[in-house]
């Protein structure tokens, strides 16, 4: 019994060491989230489904041309598109409007209901930098119902057999 916890310790530390570096570039980034794969095309050609992009929240203002990553309370997954107007209301808070550069019109309709802006406060991040296609595995996880356990068990062989040898 010894023996085969010992060989999980090579998977646990490679988990560990990946948890605590995800959270020293959230740190760094100032971001909950500082990678995100981009899921859909309504932002081509700037990204494509696949694509990785790189976020950090640094800024207090956004300005017209950025590409904030929006997540409004409730909804399961963000919105990365461009700002393409922004203003202030009569407190002094800065309000987006954005638009998916592969999208006829801006995002109202994705907004809450009665909104027409976003605001500051719901941008967890600015996209800095991305990396063609990268993302494309984790689609595959996500969308193909029989790769994750695969990969799964291919994972714990892998620490099984590290540890052995």
Not at 45 to 60: C, H
Not at 118 to 129: A, D, H, Q, S
Request: charged fraction near 20%; charge should be negative; aromatic fraction near 10%.
């Amino acid at each position: 019994m010894r023996t085969e916890l010992a060989s999980l310790l090579p998977l646990a530390r490679l988990l560990g060491a990946t948890f605590m570096s995800w959270k020293l570039l959230s740190l760094a980034c100032n971001c909950p989230y500082p990678a995100m794969v981009v899921l859909s095309e309504s932002m081509s050609p700037a990204f494509q489904r696949g694509d990785i992009i790189f976020l950090s929240n640094w800024e207090d203002q956004v300005e017209v041309g950025d590409i904030p990553v929006v997540w409004f309370t409730g909804n399961l997954l963000p919105m990365v598109h461009r700002a393409v107007a922004t203003l202030y209301d009569d407190g002094g808070k800065q309000l987006i409007l954005t638009k998916g550069d592969n999208n006829d019109e801006t995002d109202e309709i994705m907004y809450p209901p009665g909104r027409t802006h976003v605001f500051r406060e719901e941008i967890i991040g600015l996209v800095r930098g991305f990396v063609p296609y990268l993302g494309c595995i984790t689609i595959a996880v996500r969308e193909v119902p029989w790769l994750k356990p695969v990969l799964a068990v291919g994972l714990f062989m892998l620490s099984a057999f590290s540890a052995i040898a």
